[in-house]
């Protein structure tokens, strides 16, 4: 049987020679005659690996020095707590741009812990849009964006920047998927399991230089001057998923980095928005200048063939494409690692469709 | 090549079937011709994962009732940071017994973040045996042990219980390796590296109606009621170590479950200490009667010799002995998964050294 096409919105498809290597190691690591599931993370073999991730990072997106890479636990939701301990005074407060579910947890969390200033939200339309032509804060410790919206399909296009304003994002679902400048930001984090490795690790990118500067009393682990000061390695990292995001990096690295998949995944995103915007019987859920190029959100113009466009997806080895409960539809997750071909094989079941439902009522 | 003896301390040796299978699942995942690692973590496949992992913990640790066992991220540094949010109120006092590095770096976080009470400590000898003989505490919120030291060789073999005293449990370095009562404690927490998986997941055994109890506000990532009610499903779990958690408790299941392994571990213990007693060229490092049956600690009793050691071990395909620099010497690691096959291999290195050292000096 063939590979599946695999839609999911994460975890989510890995590149396949990634797989192989990352199956290969768990039997036999670097011909140590050892799994890497039992090597200790201070044997020379491990630390090469974090090292290699490390460096992989810091080369493919131009990471400015000052900044430190780590390779933590406890996903982005930990990253929502984290960006509050770090960053937020006592008394101060937390500016959020309010684009989604994800976006949501992230600012609630800091309303539970500190003092919230909301400066836009889309959710007067279940966040189909990405608010523009708001004034960003400047009296707040920082302000939060969530750059890629997986649920409902939305992207920030141009990251809003100014002198004097921390930027922290969540680039949990985009990161690695088209050119940022770090130096735009005090910290970037996202939770491996989209673009970058299975589930397990959430990457930092922070500006060393911005820690230890809030008044709180951070809790050892949820210090981000704890994991810098070591390497990641204070305590037991999280091997495998380390490896396998180094090996990804390797792939990224190896066919052309940033700018080569940020060309590919535009080529992509526009053959499956083209068939979208040019097949009467689909429609895009959210706003065409704020499209996502990682998550395609579609819906059917007639839910009476929901049931024949269904069959065809699954007949033809599609999977991971029904929508999210909060939008409905469908979701096509279009990560890095995404062969072009899969995207060709959705966009032929849709033409498909459209050619059944011609017949039947031409 | 023949397999490495792996005596690591953590991450530390599975079963080989084990790694086999996980091996396998990496490549194709129930047949479904997906790696574990790019399936959504809400799929039925990996729900059935999560369910057959907390199932078996159940059943092997015969969990009374009202508990809930929770697959986390954070390792056992961040349960000592959930140990003192969840049990600790602001102006209460957290009571441990200091019995080596981990208790310690558990201890001072309760320093940092409340009050401290040290019950008793073992540190004026280099941690080199278990405080007896204390009073246990009534007037605190919590009494907190670390059931084995893996640095220094001890572990708590009489459990200090009493009523109306919460009982929270370090487990990390010796959970599944004995007949425990889970009813004693309040929590259990075991970072999976040493008896349960790799690297990258964190169990939590834990009383549901003790949770909830304090006055503090706690994060919600940090709050195990937040992770109790979606069954370690709150955010994207740590699909794959979870994934080889289980396949491990099945091994241990089919086996013969803890009243087996109990049994094994102290053949295996027994076989090295019984040759650390009777060479005269090696000595114990921790106390007799607080010897662990997980981390066995030795040094030479002639320094000169550690060359000739070191070679013996070495061609006999040994990874992973020498000792901790808090200790130094040697640590043999010798977990669940560890083949008594292994600790005859490293005995008969020793008995080898001695021979050789009498027909130099005799």
Redesign the interface.
Known sequence: ????H?F???????NQEV??Q???A??NFNN????I?????R?KDFVAVMDNAVALVKEILNVPEGYSVLFL??????G??KTILNFMNENGTGAYLNTGAWSK?AL??AE??GKLNVIASSEDKNFNYIPKGYTLPSDVDYFHITTNNTIFGTQIKDIPTQDNTLLIADMSSDIFSRKINVSDYAMIYA?A?KNL?????TLYIVKDDLLGKTDR?I????DLRTHAAKGSM????????IY?SMLTLEWLKANGGIEWIEKVNQEKADLIYNEIDSNPLFEGTAAKEDRSNMNVTFVLTNEDIKEDFDALWKTAGI??INGHRDVGGYRASIYNAMPIESIQVLVNTMKQLANKYDLVNN
């Open positions: 049987m063939s590979k599946v695999n999911s919105a994460g975890p989510s498809i890995l797989i192989n990352a199956s290969k768990v039997a140590l005659n050892l799994s599931l039992e090597i200790s993370h044997s636990q406890g996903g982005a939701s930990t929502f707590l947890k609630k969390e539970k812990l939770g399991q490795g299975p589930a397990g690790t009393t809790p050892t682990m949820l204070f305590n037991t990292p999280p091997v495998y998923p396998v999977s991971g």
